[in-house]
Nanobody, 119 residues
Framework: QVQLEESGGGSVQAGGSLRLSCAAS????????MGWFRQAPGKDREEVAS????????YYADSVKGRFTMSKDKIKEVVYLQMNNLKPEDTAMYLC????????????WGQGTQVTVSS
């Protein structure tokens, strides 16, 4: 059974930090590109960060560059999102995504973890 289980969300004041985790199971983790997305009420879902299958390449949205860091633990099959200097505009549901294109497109989503940043 495929599972992506996010954790680590919570409520913090502006300037604070949180570390999100996404534990993967039920699929071949090493074959999948992993991403963190977020969705605030009334807004479109946006990609925040992503990491390649090998972990050698990362992508960050301009809005989080220099503040967020994504990493992966290949042994534990977990991806992390370290979020520093949080801002109220970072408030959203954060979701983990796994995607593989070969041999066929395969996409999994987690249920999400809420992050609330107060000013």
């Amino acid at each position: 059974q495929v599972q992506l289980e996010e954790s680590g969300g919570g409520s913090v004041q502006a300037g604070g930090s949180l570390r999100l985790s996404c534990a993967a199971s039920g699929f071949t983790f090493s074959n999948y590109w992993m991403g963190w997305f977020r969705q605030a009420p009334g807004k479109d879902r946006e990609e925040v960060a992503s990491i390649s299958k090998t972990g050698g390449n990362t992508y960050y949205a301009d809005s989080v560059k220099g503040r967020f860091t994504m990493s992966k633990d290949k042994i534990k099959e977990v991806v992390y999102l370290q979020m520093n200097n949080l801002k109220p505009e970072d408030t959203a549901m954060y979701l983990c995504k796994a995607e593989c294109t070969l041999p066929a497109l395969s996409i999994y989503w987690g249920q999400g973890t809420q992050v609330t940043v107060s000013s």
